[in-house]
């Protein structure tokens, strides 16, 4: 069955009258004019957070921090944040897993890690200071058998080349928890273990940079590293 449409009647139109006079023109419209200037609209600009030079990172996401590997399988590499923690757990021979600060360089700085070691008893927790990609940077290696060395990176030449090694009773060695302490500052160069000061020597090499953090894992594994803060301070 067809549906039923309603049809509207056409209207009527009536004729249009001849015109009997002129029609008057209209007069043009009037444009108002203002009598003070206009005010500017302010307009709010977005407000962009500036990254903070000095602070404790707590790893809640990990946000401004960059990683690189010097050596190994990153497939043989987890590294996260995970429960405000940031956790390397290596699980291969010879990775040496960066991770640095990239949001600001420095010149004289301090950088201090809360690290647990929950692996092996084999690895080497690490603090950098004035890494660049053209110079090259500072090391200082601690390690969980309770040796420690300062090394700086030869970007130029493509090596480590040695400044101090030796041995220290501070290191908590095996599954514990330490504290790390490193300041470049001017030419010096010192390292802390657990609020004890260590070593301190002269380098002139390296003026500024970033700062970060590394673990490195040997011919044992798996190494499972977690910093629960890391601190960068003016010294």
Do not use: H
């Amino acid at each position: 069955m067809q549906p039923t449409r309603t049809i509207e009647p056409t209207p009527t139109l009536e004729p249009t009258p001849e015109p009997t006079e002129e029609p008057a023109e209209a007069p043009l419209p009037t444009m108002a004019v203002p009598t003070e200037s206009p005010e500017e609209i302010e307009v709010d600009e977005p407000v962009v957070d500036e990254p903070e030079p000095f602070f404790i990172e707590e790893f809640e996401d990990g946000d401004g921090w960059v990683y690189f590997l010097m050596s190994g399988d990153e497939d043989d590499m987890v590294l996260e944040a995970d429960s405000d923690r940031l956790v390397f757990d290596l699980d291969g021979e010879e990775i040496y897993a960066y991770v640095l600060y990239d949001e600001y360089i420095y010149t004289d700085v301090g950088i201090e890690a809360v690290a647990e070691n929950r692996g092996v008893n084999s690895n080497n927790v690490s603090l950098l200071c004035r890494y660049s990609d053209d110079e090259g940077w500072y090391e200082f290696n601690i390690g969980s058998d309770g040796l420690y060395n300062i090394l700086r990176f030869d970007q130029r030449r493509g090596e480590y080349v040695l400044l101090a090694s030796g041995g220290s009773n501070s290191i908590n060695m095996g599954k514990a928890v330490n504290v790390y302490t490193a300041t470049c500052k001017g030419k010096k160069l010192t390292l802390w273990i657990n609020g004890r000061e260590i070593k301190q020597i002269e380098d002139a090499s390296l003026r500024e940079g970033q700062v970060g953090i590394s673990v490195s894992s040997f011919d044992q594994y798996p190494v499972i590293v977690e910093f629960d803060t890391v601190e960068i301070f003016q010294p």
